[in-house]
C-alpha cells in the first residue's frame, strides 16, 4: 500500500515569511492532492498535481510534483494568518480512485 | 447548492450503542467515502461506494457498516460503539472521472465513552 510522510509536523512562521511543506511517496505519484483544514472544519481543495515538473499556484500558494512524480512540495510566500490551519497531502489510487493522505503538517502563523 | 452535508456534527455514545451518520450530497456525484480522522494519522478511508446500491471496504471497515440505497446519500453505521471509534468522521464524493476531485463535508465528532 502506499504510503505518504509529510514534513514536518508543524510549523510556526512570523507573518510575512515564507515556508514549504512537504511531501513524500512510498510509491509513483499518478496524483497528488493538497487539501487545507481548519480546525473543527472540512477539507478544502487547494490543487492538485498530475504530471512531473508540474507546478500550480493559488493566490500565494504555489505547490509542484518533482520529476520522479515521488514528491510534493507546497510553498507560500509571504505567510498571513489566514493561511494558518493543518495542511494534507493525499494520492490517488485504487479501484475506487480513493485517497491516501499523509498525517498533515499543522502551521501556525504569527502576527 | 449545499455541497456536502453531514449529520449529526456531534455525538456522544456509550459503549455498545449504535448510531447512523448520514451524509448527502446534491452534485450528483458517483462516488462516496467514509473516511476518519485521528490525531497525527491524517484520514483513513472506512468504506466508499462507486453508485447506487454498491459499496466497498476501505483501510479500516472493522466495527462499520455503510449504505447507498439512493446516489445523493451515504450512510455509515456503528451497530455496537467501542471507544476506538471515538474519531471526526469525513464524508466525501466526486464524480469519479480521470481528476476526480473529491468534496468533504464539515465532519461529525464522535465520543464513545
Known amino acids: 500500500s502506499q504510503e505518504l510522510e509529510q514534513s514536518p509536523q508543524s510549523l510556526i512562521v512570523q507573518e510575512g515569511k515564507n515556508l514549504t511543506i512537504n511531501c513524500t511517496s512510498s510509491?509513483?505519484?499518478?496524483?497528488l492532492y493538497w487539501y487545507k483544514q481548519k480546525y473543527g472544519e472540512g477539507l478544502i481543495f487547494l490543487m492538485m498535481l498530475q504530471k512531473g515538473g508540474e507546478e500550480k499556484s493559488h493566490e500565494k500558494i504555489t505547490a509542484k510534483l518533482d520529476e520522479k512524480k515521488q514528491q510534493s512540495s507546497l510553498h507560500i510566500t509571504a505567510s498571513q494568518p489566514s493561511h494558518a490551519g493543518i495542511y494534507l497531502c493525499g494520492a490517488l489510487g485504487g479501484s475506487a480512485r480513493q485517497l491516501t493522505f499523509g498525517s498533515g503538517t499543522q502551521l501556525t502563523v504569527l502576527p | 447548492n449545499a455541497g456536502v452535508t453531514q449529520t449529526p456534527k456531534f455525538r456522544v455514545l456509550k459503549t455498545g450503542q449504535s448510531m447512523t451518520l448520514l451524509c448527502a450530497q446534491d452534485?450528483?456525484?458517483?462516488?462516496m467515502y467514509w473516511y476518519r480522522q485521528d490525531p497525527g494519522m491524517g484520514l483513513r478511508l472506512i468504506h466508499y461506494?462507486?453508485?447506487?446500491?454498491?459499496?466497498a471496504k476501505g483501510e479500516v471497515p472493522d466495527g462499520y457498516n455503510v449504505s447507498r440505497l439512493k446516489k445523493q446519500n451515504f450512510l455509515l453505521g456503528l451497530e455496537s460503539a467501542a471507544p476506538s471509534q471515538t474519531s471526526v468522521y469525513f464524508c466525501?464524493?466526486?464524480?469519479?472521472?480521470?481528476?476526480?476531485?473529491?468534496?468533504f463535508g464539515p465532519g461529525t465528532r464522535l465520543t464513545v465513552l
Open positions: 461506494s462507486v453508485g447506487e446500491g454498491t459499496t
Open positions: 466525501a464524493s466526486s464524480y469519479g472521472d480521470s481528476r476526480n476531485e473529491q468534496f
Open positions: 452534485m450528483n456525484h458517483e462516488y
Open positions: 510509491k509513483t505519484l499518478y496524483g
